[in-house]
C-alpha cells in the first residue's frame, strides 16, 4: 500500500514537471529552445511533445483504469529522454547542471519498474 503510494506521488510530482517542460517548449522563443548546445528547434518541439504525451501517460491509464500497461512505457520513455538529457547537459554545461534531469531520470525509472513488477494497476 505504502508503495502504491508512493508511486503516485513520484506519478504526480513528474507528470507535473513534463508538463510544464513540454508545454514551455511551445512558447519560449527559438534562440532559448536552441539553448548553449545549438539543438535543431524542431527536434526540441518534438521532446516536448514526447514531454507532454508521457505527462498524460503517468497519470490517466492508472486514474482511469484503461490501458494502464501504458504508464511504464511512459516512464520508459521519459527515462530515455533525460539520459539523453542528462548526457548532453553534462557535456556541454557541466555536471552539477546535469543532476536534475539525472534524478528525474531515476524517478521516472522508479515509476517504470514499481508500475511493472512491483505495483501494477489492475485494468477495470
Known amino acids: 500500500m505504502m508503495l502504491n503510494i508512493a508511486l503516485w506521488i513520484v506519478q504526480v510530482l513528474l507528470a507535473a514537471l513534463y ?51 501504458l504508464t511504464p512505457l511512459a516512464a520508459v520513455g521519459l527515462v530515455i529522454i533525460m539520459i539523453g538529457a542528462t548526457t548532453l547537459t553534462a557535456i556541454y554545461m557541466d555536471v552539477p547542471s546535469a543532476i536534475m534531469p539525472f534524478v528525474a531520470g531515476l524517478l521516472a525509472a522508479f515509476v517504470a519498474y514499481g508500475r511493472w513488477r512491483l505495483a501494477p494497476i489492475q485494468p477495470r
Open 19 to 69: 508538463a510544464f517542460a513540454g508545454s514551455s517548449k511551445f512558447y519560449l522563443p527559438d534562440e532559448v529552445l536552441a539553448g548553449p548546445m545549438g539543438m535543431p528547434v524542431l527536434f526540441v518541439k518534438f521532446i516536448g511533445v514526447c514531454e507532454l504525451a508521457a505527462a498524460l501517460g503517468l497519470i490517466l491509464p492508472g486514474l482511469l483504469r484503461i490501458k494502464p500497461g
